[in-house]
């Protein structure tokens, strides 16, 4: 809603017209600090965005599905509690979704999108869901921008037709996306094949040990059929020939009783080096250097089986990150936080109130609470009692005095402030110049055909960003476009 002022400005509002100064950072503690529930401007904006479509997905919205299982290599018992990750004789049986993000449930699997890389593991503490993408960064930095962000990709209001300038106005804007603009353009945006992605968190997480002692951590998919990408061309042709060549290459596979797997790798930071980067680590369009913070292998992902009922088990697939055990915990990372609200929050509108109920969503070890009612509830408690404390029932169901979170500490001015710590040319010009030649000429040769029919102001602008990452980045891009 935009409320219009003297002259030729507009000045955003909420819903209810109340004045909004900051639309680009979300209420934290301090400027790196938890973002607060109290920020009802975050929260009506993402409630909003998430009921923007009925009854499909808003962004993943097309997919395909797998059960399997994760078995553990080494015992991470040293950096968390988490029981899955302590016993290597334990297999954990886990259902996982891939899709694109931005395209609709008729899109096609090639186009140029990140892929969604979802894992739901079904573990003896309960459901713990890790959802990331098959590109290590993402766009923004902070969930506030997230319903924009979106809008900015997804086909334009008046025409309901995918405009660039709107793509490339949003980027134009948002310099943090430089890192992730020249990934999303390079080969790697193009696949045709789930089983040779890489899987990645994005943000970031944090482990917490028996000392309750906490470390930060990033999570890694490395597929063993290796990364296989394909070229614009390829991509646009399959569009026309097999638009579903991703699913139906991940299910013949399955159907063929032929698995498919992917080892879990993780990088660890201890909480005293967080401050001695030269990036903030909690920022979600950065990676951490691998000479720094050296790969560690953790376990085995092996995909075993295709889903019987499409509906039934990937789109009513649910996944959330604020599905947590104990042992992990979510940093501070603002688009990690608003993303604990948003995901949950969604299902409830997509799918019911009662969505955890659901077969694919329901994990394998009981669910005891005094929640009841509601659209299409399926399990029920039996008894007179359903509060707590009480004392006809024995005081039962009660509190766990095992489950002991040690507290971690936060404190600052309750703020909307940006990381001060942005650098957001750095990383996207080392990735530019890590690439081989070929590699090189394909990203140039990608975003040329993206951005030729583009306003030049626009152009210009992003060129100005590729410039900062890289001096040869910025002039090839724009030869290409034939701009003196």
């Not at 990408?229 to 013949?252: C, H, N, W």
């Not at 092996?302 to 915990?329: D, M, R, S, W, Y």
Request: aromatic share 10%.
């Amino acid at each position: 809603m935009k409320n219009k002022n003297s002259g030729n400005e507009t000045y955003l509002t909420t819903d209810l017209g109340e004045p909004i100064a900051n639309n680009q950072s979300s209420l934290t503690v301090g400027e790196r600090g938890p973002v607060l529930l109290q920020d009802v401007q975050l929260i009506e904006k993402l409630s909003s965005f998430d009921r923007e479509r009925i009854p499909e997905r808003v962004v993943h919205a097309k997919g395909a599905g797998a059960h399997g299982y994760f078995k553990l290599y080494n015992s991470m018992e040293r950096y968390t509690t988490a029981k899955f990750l302590n016993d290597e004789k334990k297999e954990t049986p886990v259902f996982v979704r891939f899709s694109t993000v931005i395209g609709s449930k008729g899109s096609a699997d090639t186009a140029r999108d990140p892929r969604g890389f979802a894992v739901k593991f079904y573990t003896d503490e309960g459901n713990y869901d890790l959802v990331g993408n098959h590109l290590p960064v993402f766009f923004i930095r902070d969930a506030m921008k997230f319903p924009d962000l979106i809008h900015a990709f997804k086909p334009s209001p008046d025409t309901n037709i995918p405009d660039p300038n709107r793509f490339w106005d949003f980027v134009s804007n948002t310099p943090e996306a430089t890192h992730m603009i020249t990934l999303l353009f390079s080969d790697k945006g193009t696949i045709k094949s789930f089983r040779t992605i890489e899987g990645f968190g994005v943000n970031t997480y944090v482990w917490v040990n028996k000392k309750g002692e906490r470390v930060l951590v990033k999570y890694h998919w490395k597929p063993m059929l290796g990364v296989k990408t394909i070229t614009r061309q390829e991509a646009q042709i399959l569009a026309g020939i097999d638009p579903d060549v991703a699913i139906r290459d991940l299910y013949d596979t399955l159907n063929k009783c032929e698995i498919v797997e992917y080892e879990l790798f993780v990088q660890i930071m201890k909480r005293d080096e967080e401050l001695c980067q030269s990036f903030d680590p909690l920022d979600a369009t950065k990676t951490w250097p691998e000479d720094k913070f050296p790969l560690m292998k953790v376990g085995k992902l092996t995909l075993t089986e295709a889903p019987k009922n499409f509906f039934q088990e990937v789109e009513q697939a649910a996944f959330c990150p604020a599905n947590l055990i104990p042992g992990i915990e979510a940093s501070n990372d603002k688009l990690l936080q608003g993303r604990l609200f948003s995901y949950s929050d969604t299902q409830h509108h997509r799918i019911g109130a009662n969505f955890k109920q659901l077969p694919i969503n329901r994990p394998k070890v009981p669910v005891v609470n005094n929640h009841q009612d509601g659209p299409m509830r399926y399990h029920s408690n039996s008894g007179n009692v359903n509060y707590e404390p009480n004392t006809l029932n024995n005081g039962n169901p009660r509190e766990n005095p095992s489950f002991d979170v040690k507290p971690d500490f936060a404190e600052g001015k309750i703020e909307r402030k940006k990381i001060s710590l942005t650098d957001d040319f750095t990383q996207a010009g080392e990735k530019y110049r890590a690439y081989s030649d070929e590699e090189r000429d394909h990203l140039i040769d990608n975003l040329v055909n993206d951005l030729w029919c583009v306003d030049k102001k626009i152009q210009l602008k992003v060129i100005e960003y590729f410039t900062k990452a890289d001096k040869e980045y910025g002039i090839r891009v724009k030869k290409g476009l034939n701009i003196r």
